[in-house]
């Protein structure tokens, strides 16, 4: 079993994408210039003792010509050689760092490796590479994710809640009557490129007792861009043009929509903000207008979809009004690709209260993707006793996982170390993007 193992690896070198077989016909390149000087020069030698020959008589009369040819050939062959074998060295010394082909294990992810190697020895993006991933949510979590996604592939499309009211994004979308550009903003700096000086101006946020009441720049130049064009989509892709964002942003949807909930004890409030402030739970939230038609391009991306990822983020305001679109939760169900569902580290308070893993995934469920998840990605990494108190003291906790309770939800239970500890307790970039990776496999 270990050497058919070890065969197929090999034989994954030789996949669609990963550049082997260019630097190994480069190197065959250089050989055969090689060849072709000593079959000159042979030739000058033959030929240059019969003068009476057409070709004798050619050669002697061009002995220097003949041999800068010689001489061309043989060092334009040694270079050819010496940089594809060195080009292959790099490759292969690159590909076999600990958690790059150790994460993959087949040819669609062996592709994906050919998209870190390659962008390491050229130092450039590569552009439409890598395993085709849709990542669907909002807020914080669903940055986190595509900015550690982005190093291992520029093929990633963000479908992305517009229900927000509350912040900066709520007082934009009050007063100019456009879509939150919050969450988008958000994704796009993650998208970006890690260096830009547009990435961090967007992030920029002014002063909350200044005339601008706290809005980030970005929020501002998206709004004021969707305003002047009379296009938000436009504005978006725009915005994608200047940020120099690896991938694609797109709202779930073009139309104005209002999330409401039911609480527990049966209240019904309106608006995201309103809701993640209520101290009663939500049971189940719904969109008005009810039926608000998706992005073209995100039901297409999730077509064409090798992996579909849920969250990290929350339920109920983040990953669920995306669901809520008919045409996006029909598109998950046709999809072909994994789906996962990334499950928060840490509960939420006045939204996930004392929620379980299995807790959070029911309440994907309720809202009409039962049946649909495929994965469900937890943490094991532990959190010290020292923020868990401190998070005990604001009403949050670690989120228990039963492996048995999700299993009896039809879901596979994937553990990995996924978060990192600083003041908060959060997700760490590199390993949920690694971790997501993994399950790109079929």
Known sequence: MASRRLRMTRLQWLYPGLGMKRRVLAVCAGGALIGLSGWLALGVVVTSGRRHDVGGTWITGHVALAVGLVVASLLAGLVVVALGARSLYRFAR?????????????????????????????????????????????????????????????????????????????????????????????????????????????????????????????????????????DFERAVQESTTVLKVRGRVLPATLESVTLHAELEGGERVAGESTITASKR?????????????????????????????????????????NLLIPEVREALKRTRARVVYVCNVMTQPGETDDHSAADHVRALCRHGVAGMIDVVLVNDTPVSEELAAAYRAEGAAPVAVDDGELATLGVRVVHAPLAREGDFFRHDAAKLADAVLRLAAP
């Open 94 to 230: 690159a590909a076999g760092e600990p958690g790059v082909l150790a994460l993959r294990s087949d040819a669609r992810l062996a592709l994906a490796v050919g998209v870190v190697v390659a962008s390491r020895l050229a130092g450039v993006d590569v552009v439409a590479r890598g395993p085709r991933i849709v990542a669907i949510g909002g807020g914080t979590g669903l940055s986190v994710l595509l900015s550690g996604l982005k190093r291992h592939s520029s093929n990633l499309t963000a479908v992305v809640t517009v229900a927000d009211d509350g912040g900066s994004s709520g007082l934009l979308r009050s007063s100019m009557g456009t879509l939150p550009p919050g969450d988008i903003r958000s994704c796009l700096v993650a998208l970006a490129d890690d260096e830009s000086l547009m990435s961090r101006l967007f992030q920029y946020r002014f002063p909350q007792d200044g005339g601008l009441q706290g809005h980030s720049f970005g929020n501002l130049f998206v709004a004021a861009l969707a305003d002047v064009t009379g």
């Open 281 to 321: 739970l939500p049971l189940r939230v719904w969109l008005e207008p009810g039926r608000p038609p998706a992005v073209p391009q995100a039901l297409e991306a999730l077509a064409a979809a090798d992996l579909v990822v849920l969250g990290p983020g929350s339920v109920y305001t983040s990953i669920v009004p």
